[in-house]
């Protein structure tokens, strides 16, 4: 079934237990629902994150078009962007009757349009303001109402500060932290900059974790691989991927057999290709146009021979007026993966 989920009469009852312990990262631009169609063939597992959604989006936009999604991209959690807490209710309501697993708040962006609605990074300085919208979201829904944060941000970087913080949302109803081992500076860097200067700090969310073992704390930043991922898993209850996991994407097809202990046999490459090609032609058939669906998928082969020609075929002619599924069956040539 790959009709997109469109209205509350057809959604799916919730997954109950939301697949912490390998989480794919929500990504402005990137993470949307056909690139998570393609990353649920990659892994039946992990949890898959949409892009951030603000709650204005959704009161005031066309709310069923933003929320929409295929049933196989579950477990699936909406993340949500604002500071109010009687929107954000409305909002997590909205997740829950569409049937996502879990609504998640952004507590972790610093770009300066974040800022300037009041909400991202820098309402980790209003911790009992975030502790009122948890709570505001919690009263409201079934499914999990989950965080995600930096370590601190600007001058306010100590550990006990972030102690405080997490322990005041907690009690707002919080059960589970997806902490990005980094700091955040709102003023002076770029968010790409945030991504990347300021230390990793691993050892403060192992901390966290240690302070607090009745929370579920999941590491995000700067993870690169599976080994990296299974090394620090001991320490925390599960990992976060994002650039790596967009970049190369491939990375996720061992998820389910290294980090889930689901042993069924792995896809090649050309394999998962030709799995998206029925939702490649019914999204084509809708109008949407080739360039929107493959651009998720231009990393499979990085690494591999033929991989810079697979993804420059792509680029150059999936935005071409007609481009249709045989332009990526097309890139397979250059890989030695032909598909007859």
């Known amino acids: 079934m790959l009709n997109p989920v469109d209205n509350t009469a057809n959604a799916p009852e919730p997954s109950k237990t939301p697949a912490y312990r390998f989480c794919v990262a929500p990504m402005m631009d990137w993470t949307d ?44 959690a909406l ?39 009041r909400f991202g990074a820098c309402l980790m300085a209003q911790p009992q303001l975030v502790a009122d919208c948890v709570a505001a979201m919690a009263g409201a829904v079934r499914i999990p109402v989950t965080v995600k944060t930096r370590i601190g941000i600007d001058d306010q970087d100590s550990y006990p500060e972030l102690a405080h913080f997490i322990a005041t949302v907690a009690e707002g109803g919080c059960r589970c932290f997806i902490v990005h081992a980094r700091k955040a500076w709102l003023s002076g860097l770029s968010p790409k900059q945030n991504r990347e200067v300021p230390p990793l700090r691993y050892d403060v969310v192992y901390r966290l974790k240690a302070d607090f073992p009745t929370l579920t704390v999941i590491l995000n930043g700067g993870l690169t691989s599976l080994d990296h991922s299974e090394a620090v898993l001991p320490r925390v209850d599960g990992v976060m991927v994002g650039r790596q996991a967009y970049h190369n994407p491939y990375l996720l097809a061992d998820v389910d ?63 071409k007026p007609g481009a249709d599924e045989s332009v990526l069956l097309h890139a397979l040539t250059f890989t030695r993966h032909a598909v007859y």
């Open 33 to 76: 629902r056909h690139c998570r169609y393609f990353h649920r063939l990659l892994t039946q597992h992990a949890l898959l994150y949409t892009e951030m959604v603000t709650t204005g989006a959704l009161l005031h936009g066309d709310y069923r078009h933003i929320l929409r999604y295929n049933p196989e991209e579950h477990p699936l």
């Open 257 to 319: 057999r290294r980090i889930f202990a689901d042993n069924r046999p792995v896809m090649t490459r050309a394999e998962l290709a030709v799995q998206l090609l029925p939702y490649l032609r019914q999204e084509l058939a809708t109008g949407i146009r080739l360039n929107s669906l493959v651009r998720h998928a231009i990393g499979l082969f990085h690494g591999q021979h033929g991989g810079r020609a697979f993804r420059r075929h792509l680029s150059e002619n999936a935005s």
């Open 79 to 117: 993340q949500l962007g604002g500071s109010h807490p009687r929107d954000l209710a409305v909002c997590a309501k909205m997740a829950e009757d569409f049937g996502y697993d879990e609504v998640n708040l952004n507590v972790g962006c610093p770009s300066d349009r974040v800022q300037n609605g």
